[in-house]
């Protein structure tokens, strides 16, 4: 079965860190780009970031650019999302994505609260 | 950035009824690289993922039923539903995937009237 399955998020302070991480199954995850899409409370999606296939390709959008950085480890499997001096605009669902034109796999998501 | 609007923001249709959805962006999303509109839609259950519908503006997602269709070109699409049931009952986005950021629209709730 083709998956992905997103983890890492919590209860974090502002100003502080967390890292996600996405594991992939089912399909030969180094031929796909990852991306990160999160949604906060009531809200809708939001393109946080991709990365290609051998991760030599990254893009954040503006509101995180500087504060997270996406990575991947093909021999693993895994795509992380490192996030720092987080605010409380970043308290979201998490979205671990496939695809590149057009997103056809989705974790079940993670929840990240940032709040004192 | 290219902003992307839906509209309405929400619809109330009959069962058996048309939705259609409307998405507009802030720059044509036409590459001429490939002669495709860089344009998906995605429909979102409540506690769900979002589940991608059509990619390429109008080319159906595997397993997605042909009651849903999208049509449009540059800056004006449309994503129709031409028999609305009541598992199709859920929030709607559009994305461009043009350039980054690759963003969402705003999203259209679909109720049964």
């Known amino acids: 079965e083709v998956q992905l399955v997103d983890s890492g998020g919590g209860l974090v302070q502002p100003g502080g860190s967390l890292r996600l991480s996405c594991a992939a199954s089912?399909?030969?995850?180094?031929?796909?780009?990852i991306t990160w899409v999160r949604q906060a409370p009531g809200k809708g999606l939001e393109w946080v970031a991709h990365?290609?296939?051998?991760?030599?390709?990254?893009a954040y959008v503006a509101s995180v650019r500087g504060r997270f950085t996406i990575s991947r480890d093909n021999a693993e499997n895994s795509v992380h999302l490192q996030m720092s001096s987080l605010r409380a605009d970043d308290t979201a669902v998490y979205f671990c994505?496939?695809?590149?034109?057009?997103?056809?796999?989705w974790g079940q998501g993670t929840t990240v609260t940032v709040s004192s | 950035d290219i902003v992307v609007t839906q509209s309405p923001d929400s619809l109330a249709v009959s069962l058996g009824e048309r939705a259609t959805i409307n998405c507009k962006s802030s720059?044509?999303?036409?590459?001429?690289?490939?002669?495709?509109?860089?344009l998906a839609w995605y429909q979102q259950k409540p506690g769900q993922p979002p589940k991608l519908l059509l990619y390429?503006?109008?080319t159906r997602y595997s397993g997605v039923p042909d009651r849903f269709s999208g049509s449009g070109s540059g800056t004006d699409f449309t994503l129709t539903i031409s028999s609305l049931q009541a598992e199709d009952v859920a929030v709607y986005y559009c994305?461009?995937?043009?350039?980054?950021?690759?963003?969402f629209g705003q999203g259209t709730k679909v109720e049964v009237k």
């Open positions: 720059q044509s999303v036409f590459s001429s690289s490939n002669n495709k509109n860089q």
């Open positions: 994305q461009q995937y043009y350039n980054t950021p690759r963003t």
């Open positions: 390429w503006a109008s």
């Open positions: 089912g399909f030969t995850f180094s031929d796909h780009w």
């Open positions: 990365i290609n296939q051998d991760g030599s390709e990254r």
């Open positions: 994505t496939r695809g590149h034109y057009g997103l056809d796999v």
